[in-house]
């Protein structure tokens, strides 16, 4: 596009803007909108019962325990598919000593690096994990979402191809609702290519409205909190 | 958008009586309602939450100029492309363009209405390019060569068997794949996994650019808007100029209420933001990102009494609010957009000569406008639209010409009094049981769906006169 094509479109709009009705509209920007926090005490119950009923699992892990994770890891994808996690780099998660303890469960590792997307087989070998094990930059309790900024080592894959996604979250990450993590941290949206605030397992109710989990992306979901 | 079908009348007759048609719309409108609300209840102060998203789309759409300069720096400085398209013609033309001239072969596609609205995938597919929808509903619609039918819903007007059919009949699916909805969604994951991996582009929509941030938000529930934004290695968004919030802190105000209001959900599965291509110290996504912002008559709607239907975020509420909708369902409106919404969107954009018959269909309830997360006044804007199309004389002549007898009746006491005890003494001779059955045309057109009732013998004023000879009566 000529810059003058841009240009004659953009004035195009602001001499329409002169002429047209906007009901309510202010001059200047409406500002914050301020509303009542949820109760400390009552945030994790409320990111469980959220998580819940959407059909995702919360699980507690009061000291890191790496075996305790490949425990989880083992007993999540038996029966469902090769014994094949992808993973966010090791150093980024809040539970030290995973490598060792996954290989000595005989789990294999699979790591997305730059590079891995000029080749179909390469991505075809990702889409092979059963589990997907990332860490989180946060856990909303208002709605039982996580968020997961992308950036090195934090491929957005690994919460996306496989069927079960595990994510390991410091407990006090734990924050009110997205309206509050993006209040205190907005730099946090723009943290990293991608930001996703995931809610609950991949869901459709497309066909005769009748919900059914797993379409696309991770059919489950589970939330360990660790601390 | 494909040309206005010849007659709403005939689309709307064919689609009520289609007994099986009107069950299912009417049944999972119903059940949205209730969502709906049940997920506005639980959310503390909802009312002060709309009324402050309200605020944040009216001034945004009133400065629509400056904020669609902040976002275009903000993605360019991400290093992503910003192509202005004025119409649809123009950003088909840059997007196939760029298929060419990056060699890209397969699309995959997520839900994306303005793509729908400029006909996009037909024009990719002559360009040499195979298109797969990935959306479960939209997959549907594109195997079935059919239109959506709801803009959030888009297969409601489909029933389990039908879409059974179709995977056994174009995407080679057994029984065993088609046992219940949920090996059905099984079926289409397996089979649209290799798209996503093997896809070169890939195409989505945008529910709302920060301007601040130049951040893209896409939501989704399936999780294919995440795919067909990390996979292939071309991002093309498609938005409409009018999809601005001014910073992200506005975006959580405006997804405090979007999933609520469309499906009942506190959140949408995936509310996905993205910030440009992807960084070389980043794995996976993108290398190149394209956001066009097409107009295609958007801003002649912003320079028009019209402008507040652009506070619109897309969520569908008002279709299933509206007793119209619940009975014909989408197609009938002949548009991407139907319902309350599209009644006035529609011919907006595309004029009112070939959708005259759209701001009509409507009982002007205000069911719509109760429904809106933003409060858009949508039957102020179907009366003026109404107002527009009488006087292009779209208006019946028998209209006009019996108005004018009217007004020669009613501005005479005399000629009034006289033409009311004629014609109630005319339909007292044809009615049975107080009610006519049938009337000539073209009062035919309230006779053949209803009722109507005959006036009384004796009017009010000669009621009236009646009683004030009778002697006063005390209050006991
Ligand atoms: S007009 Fe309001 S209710 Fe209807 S789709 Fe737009 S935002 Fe939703």
Known sequence: MTPDARAAMRAAIAAAIGRGTFP???????????????????????????LEALGGTCHDM?????????????????????????????????????????????????????????????????????????????????????????????????????????????????????????????????????????????RTADIEHTLSRGVHGPGEVHVVFVG | MSAAPASFYRRTADALADARLRGAVGRVTASVRRSRQAALDRLPDADAWRDHARQLRAHTIAHLDRYLDELTSAIEARGGHVFYAPTAEDAIAYVTDLARSRHLKTAVKSKSMISEEIDLNARLEAAGVRVVETDLGEYVVQLAADHPSHIVMPIIHKTRGEVADLFRAKAGATDADLADV??????????????????????SGVNFGVASTGTLCICTNEGNGRLVTTLPRVHVAMMGIERLVPTPEDLTVMLQILGRSATGQNLTVYTNLINGPRPDDESDGPSELHVVLVDNGRSRVLGSELAEILYCIRCGACLNACPVYQEIGGHAYGSVYPGPFGSVLTPALRGLEAFHDLPHASSLCGACRDACPVRIDIPRMLLALRADDAKAHHAPWWIAAGLRVFRWVAVNPRRFQTAGRLTAKLMHATSRNGWIRWLPPPLSGW??????????VESFQERWARRSKLPEQKPS
């Open chain 1, 62 to 202: 009061p000291e890191p325990n790496a075996d305790a994770v490949v425990a989880l890891l083992d007993r999540l994808m038996a029966g469902r598919g090769p014994r094949r996690v992808l993973v966010w780099d090791e150093a980024l998660l809040p539970v030290a000593g995973l490598p060792t303890a996954l290989v000595r469960a005989g789990i294999s590792i699979d790591t997305v690096t730059p590079g891995d997307m000029d080749s179909i087989e390469r991505r075809e070998e990702l889409a092979s994990a059963t589990i997907g094990r990332t860490g989180a930059d946060a856990a909303l309790a208002e709605t039982g979402s996580i968020v997961l900024a992308s950036g090195p080592g934090r491929a957005r894959l690994a919460s996306l191809l496989p069927p079960i996604h595990v994510a390991l979250v410091e407990r006090h990450r734990l924050v009110d609702s997205l309206a509050a993590l993006i209040r205190v941290r907005p730099d946090l949206a723009t943290a990293g290519a991608n930001v996703v605030c995931i809610t609950g397992p991949s």
């Open chain 2, 182 to 203: 949920a090996s059905m969604t099984q079926f289409a994951r397996r089979t649209l996994r290799p798209e996503f991996l093997r896809a070169d582009l890939g195409v």
């Open chain 2, 447 to 456: 006779t053949s769906t209803r009722d109507f009732p005959v006036m009384a």
């Open chain 1, 24 to 50: 309510d509209a202010v001059a200047d920007h409406p500002g914050a909108f301020s509303w009542s926090p949820l109760a400390a005490g009552d945030r994790a119950a409320r990111f469980r019962a959220e």
